[in-house]
C-alpha cells in the first residue's frame, strides 16, 4: 500500500481573523466510498475571495478554501474501486464547507466517490476544472431564477411541469483576432 505524509500544506484561516495563511492539515486515507486525490490544479471562484476578504460564511477552524479541483486519485476505498483507479484523473465541486479533508485548496483531498468524475482525455486538465464552478452557476441560475424544479429522485418517475418550456441559451464567444462571435443554441422539445 502507499504511503503519504501523515500532513500536508493547505491554505486558508486559521481562526477568524487570522488572514490567508499556510498551514498543515492531517491526510485523511479513504473510507470506503471516498478517494484520496494529489490535487493538480484549483480554481479561485468569487465565493473563495468573498470569504477570504470578508469571512463570507461561518466556519469553523482551521478552514481550507477551495471547492473545486482536479486532481489525480493515489488511493481508493474498497466501495469506489469498481469506478475508480490509483492514476485516474478526476475533477470535483465539493461544497462540503464543513469537511477540511474534501476543500481544495490543500495538497491532498480525500472525496466521496459521488462528488467526482473522470477527466475525458480530449479534455485538458487545465480546460476541466473550469468546469464545475460555470455548471454549478448555471444550475443555481435555472433553480433559483428561472425557478425550474429540481427532481427528488433519478430517473424522475414523471416530467416536471416546465418540461415543455423553451429555453433560450445565448453565449458570446470571445475571438482576440476577429471580434466576438455570437453563438445561439436553441434546443426543440
Given at each position: 500500500m502507499a504511503r503519504f505524509p501523515e500532513t500536508h500544506e493547505a491554505i486558508g484561516h486559521t481562526s477568524l481573523n487570522s488572514g490567508i495563511v499556510s498551514f498543515q492539515v492531517p491526510t485523511e486515507l479513504p473510507n470506503a466510498d471516498e478517494v484520496l486525490v494529489r490535487v493538480l490544479y484549483i480554481v479561485v471562484s468569487p465565493v473563495d475571495l468573498w470569504h477570504a476578504d470578508y469571512n463570507f460564511l461561518d466556519f469553523s477552524y482551521p478552514n481550507v478554501f477551495g471547492e473545486t479541483l482536479v486532481g489525480e486519485i493515489v488511493q481508493v476505498g474498497e466501495n469506489a474501486d469498481s469506478d475508480f483507479a490509483v492514476g485516474d484523473k478526476v475533477f470535483s465541486f465539493s461544497p462540503e464547507v464543513t469537511k477540511v479533508k474534501a476543500r481544495a485548496f490543500q495538497e491532498y483531498a480525500t472525496l466521496s466517490r459521488w462528488s467526482i468524475g473522470k477527466v475525458p482525455h480530449n479534455i485538458t486538465l487545465q480546460e476541466v476544472v473550469t468546469v464545475p464552478n460555470n455548471l454549478v452557476t448555471v444550475f443555481a441560475a435555472f433553480v433559483s431564477d428561472l425557478g425550474l424544479t429540481i427532481?427528488?429522485?433519478l430517473p424522475a418517475s414523471q416530467s416536471?411541469?416546465?418540461?415543455?418550456?423553451?429555453?433560450?441559451v445565448f453565449d458570446v464567444l470571445r475571438n482576440g483576432v476577429s471580434?466576438?462571435?455570437v453563438v445561439i443554441s436553441v434546443s426543440k422539445s
Amino acid at each position: 500500500m502507499a504511503r503519504f505524509p501523515e500532513t500536508h500544506e493547505a491554505i486558508g484561516h486559521t481562526s477568524l481573523n487570522s488572514g490567508i495563511v499556510s498551514f498543515q492539515v492531517p491526510t485523511e486515507l479513504p473510507n470506503a466510498d471516498e478517494v484520496l486525490v494529489r490535487v493538480l490544479y484549483i480554481v479561485v471562484s468569487p465565493v473563495d475571495l468573498w470569504h477570504a476578504d470578508y469571512n463570507f460564511l461561518d466556519f469553523s477552524y482551521p478552514n481550507v478554501f477551495g471547492e473545486t479541483l482536479v486532481g489525480e486519485i493515489v488511493q481508493v476505498g474498497e466501495n469506489a474501486d469498481s469506478d475508480f483507479a490509483v492514476g485516474d484523473k478526476v475533477f470535483s465541486f465539493s461544497p462540503e464547507v464543513t469537511k477540511v479533508k474534501a476543500r481544495a485548496f490543500q495538497e491532498y483531498a480525500t472525496l466521496s466517490r459521488w462528488s467526482i468524475g473522470k477527466v475525458p482525455h480530449n479534455i485538458t486538465l487545465q480546460e476541466v476544472v473550469t468546469v464545475p464552478n460555470n455548471l454549478v452557476t448555471v444550475f443555481a441560475a435555472f433553480v433559483s431564477d428561472l425557478g425550474l424544479t429540481i427532481p427528488t429522485e433519478l430517473p424522475a418517475s414523471q416530467s416536471p411541469p416546465e418540461a415543455s418550456t423553451p429555453i433560450l441559451v445565448f453565449d458570446v464567444l470571445r475571438n482576440g483576432v476577429s471580434g466576438e462571435k455570437v453563438v445561439i443554441s436553441v434546443s426543440k422539445s
